[in-house]
T-cell receptor, first 114, second 111 residues
Framework: DGGITQSPKYLFRKEGQNVTLSCEQN?????MYWYRQDPGQGLRLIYY???????QKGDIAEGYSVSREKKESFPLTVTSAQKNPTAFYLC?????????????FGEGSWLTVV | DAKTTQPPSMDCAEGRAANLPCNHS???????VYWYRQIHSQGPQYIIH???NNETNEMASLIITEDRKSSTLILPHATLRDTAVYYC????????????FGSGTRLSIRP
């Protein structure tokens, strides 16, 4: 089935460790996004990418890094520089310009720092 | 900061129409209005979007005022499964515009 797959669903990290969250889409979408959501809050944009090998910072990019080596993949690395990484992370993608900016989301990944 | 303003919470009786308002007074001419909803601990689900005209699909209707400064999402016959947080956002007609989510409206459906 077509869609966006995030893994792992749940991840525990020790302080000082880097972790990478996977996001894969088979929708042939051009753009991909990463959002962070804290309990009871809305979504905040971390990074987004419009095409392969190109990405832009969102509102809260500090402490995170991304890559876009393939159209279908947009992994997010939460580095040790991110001071409060415990949150719900959502990956999303959107199709080309002719379809407007409708965004489709994955099911999310829960990251907990222990 | 989010470019939209929504009430933090609303409730509606099951079977009745749920009308969710959104203010977007700074919307620019080429920006669309989008509605998404998020059920707890899941990814947001696309509902509907529009530019100027009212829109309807199998899930909801979107009413946009003539000056485009506000809109209303209508769920015509609310069910318990419509309990969720509803986000109204505005964005450009490009595949990677910076889409900013606000805090949304938490809709509760009463049996």
């Amino acid at each position: 089935d077509g869609g966006i797959t995030q893994s792992p669903k749940y991840l525990f990290r020790k302080e000082g460790q880097n972790v990478t969250l996977s996001c894969e889409q088979n929708l042939n979408h051009d753009a991909m996004y990463w959002y962070r959501q804290d309990p009871g809050q809305g979504l905040r944009l971390i990074y987004y990418s419009q095409i392969v090998n190109d990405f832009q910072k969102g509102d809260i990019a500090e402490g995170y890094s991304v890559s876009r080596e393939k159209k279908e993949s947009f992994p997010l690395t939460v580095t040790s520089a991110q001071k409060n990484p415990t949150a719900f992370y959502l990956c999303a993608s959107s199709p080309d310009r002719t379809s407007g900016n409708t965004i489709y989301f994955g099911e999310g990944s829960w990251l907990t720092v222990v | 900061d989010a470019k939209t303003t929504q009430p933090p919470s609303m409730d509606c009786a099951e079977g009745r129409a749920a009308n969710l308002p959104c203010n977007h007074s700074t919307i620019s001419g080429n920006e669309y209005v989008y509605w998404y909803r998020q059920i707890h601990s899941q990814g947001p689900q696309y509902i509907i979007h529009g530019l100027k005209n009212n829109e309807t699909n199998e899930m909801a209707s979107l009413i946009i005022t003539e000056d485009r400064k506000s809109s209303t999402l209508i769920l015509p016959h609310a069910t318990l499964r419509d309990t969720a947080v509803y986000y109204c956002i505005v964005g450009g007609y490009s595949s990677a515009s910076k889409i900013i989510f606000g805090s949304g409206t938490r809709l509760s459906i009463r049996p």
